[in-house]
């Protein structure tokens, strides 16, 4: 009885103990939980920003018995297959490309070595491999024909868009041809006189000069600089838009998802047309070993992807193509595979390009027909580009523009 008595007075004190603890957790919570609503607030209202939301995916249903009217190639600059993974882990449902029906490796390598962007670009766009630095020539530096001089041959209209300067590496090895990459001025004068429909990006620095300008109006391109001047821009003249001196982040504006819906509605018409839309800071930020950066690199680039596929299924004719130009950075998979391991111990090579094999993802027109392969060279991709456009528009006499 004793015994018994004693139990009971102690588990009437433990209770008493324990309320009063819960007392006490009750005010923590209180004041823990205030302090994450706020966050909570905070977060949402950027999440309702164009940019920074993941958006769920939930797969997509194009045609890829149609003939392929128009090609939209999209380039995640140093989007290996270990950030597409992480950026996956980290939005804890499937990426855009996850559900593109068709796959396979692409082999990156230059003529130098570990390719550099514009070496990669020229091999995306003119089907040869080139010494890095090198846009839209060979390794003897003699101009090669083009994706865009390509397509504009067989009367399609054609896009480039980026979020760096608009005559970078990537857009650039899409239409001009120069023996340095880094010919800014030289560059975006090629690819006015080339007459590219629409070219959205940065670098103000290189368009705004009075030269620059006199081009731009003279080439009758309509020039804007602003989210706001790219919304109200309507069919009819080239339009140029530079939004930012040099280049811009996800967390800018506009975003790479309003470019490219603007973009798709400047171009969609009875000529068809190649539209190339560059991720390019993904590449910058990897560069830097900022992991937080490259993942919001990779939301903007998955909403991007996710908007042009629900686009291509209302456009049957449409073949959708998602790759990158290398790997940056040695990224690595976490073991534990959870997001809080996805992380800046995650890159394993000073922020510079590796030879790994990046992937390429087939969507929409002819897809099934032109990946047949497990691992391509990045050349093929211009290859299979070219002969799905032959097979629609017919063969055309080469197209090189003089600049
Ligand atoms: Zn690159």
């Known amino acids: 009885m004793n015994f018994k008595k004693i139990a009971a007075f102690l588990l009437a004190l433990l209770l008493c103990i324990s309320m009063a603890a819960c007392a006490e957790n009750a005010d923590t919570k209180e004041t823990t939980t205030a302090v994450p609503t706020a966050e909570l607030i905070e977060t949402t209202t950027e999440t309702q920003s164009d940019v920074l939301e993941w958006v769920q995916c939930e797969g997509y249903e194009l045609d ?7 090609i939209i190639l999209m380039i995640g600059d140093g989007m290996g297959e270990n950030i597409l993974t992480n950026a996956e882990i980290v939005k804890g449902s499937k990426l855009s490309t996850s559900f593109m029906p068709h796959k396979c490796h692409v082999g990156t390598t230059s ?9 990669a670009s020229t091999a995306l766009s003119c089907g040869v491999k080139t010494k890095n630095r090198y846009i839209g020539v060979d390794q003897n530096g003699d101009a090669v024909e083009t994706i865009v001089e390509f397509a504009k041959a067989r009367g399609l209209k054609t896009g480039l868009i980026d979020t760096h300067v608009v005559p970078h590496a990537t857009p650039a090895g899409m239409v001009a041809h120069n023996g340095y990459r880094g010919e800014y001025n030289e ?3 090629g690819m006015i006189k080339a007459k590219v429909d629409v070219m959205l990006g940065g670098g103000a620095e290189y368009a705004e000069t009075p030269k620059m300008q006199a081009r731009i109006e003279d080439a009758g391109y309509t020039y804007i600089t602003t989210a706001e001047e790219l919304n109200t821009l309507t069919k009819g003249t080239p339009a140029l838009g530079c939004f930012a001196f040099q280049d811009f982040t996800a967390d800018d504006n506009p975003s790479l998802t309003s470019m490219t819906s603007k973009a798709l509605e400047l171009l969609e018409g009875d000529e068809g047309f190649f539209l190339m839309v560059e991720a390019s800071h993904i590449d910058i930020f990897e560069a830097e ?5 490259t993942l919001k690199e990779m939301q903007a680039f998955d909403k991007a992807i996710d908007y042009t596929l629900r686009w291509a299924e209302e456009h049957p004719g449409t073949l959708v193509l998602v790759t990158a130009d290398h790997e940056t950075g040695g990224v690595i998979v976490p073991e534990s595979g959870k997001a809080e391991d996805v992380n800046n111990d995650c890159f394993t090579s000073d922020g510079d390009h590796t030879d790994s094999d990046v992937l390429l993802f087939a969507a929409g027109a002819q897809s099934g027909k032109l990946i047949t392969k497990e691992k391509i060279e990045n050349t093929d991709i211009a290859l299979l580009m070219r002969k799905a456009l032959t097979d629609t528009y017919g063969d055309a006499p080469t197209n090189i523009i003089t600049q």
């Open 64 to 70: 890829e018995n149609q003939e392929v009217k128009n």
């Open 111 to 119: 003529l130098s070595g570990v390719t550099d962007s514009a070496a």
């Open 289 to 293: 070993l900022d992991m937080e950066g």
């Open 187 to 189: 560059i975006l004068k």
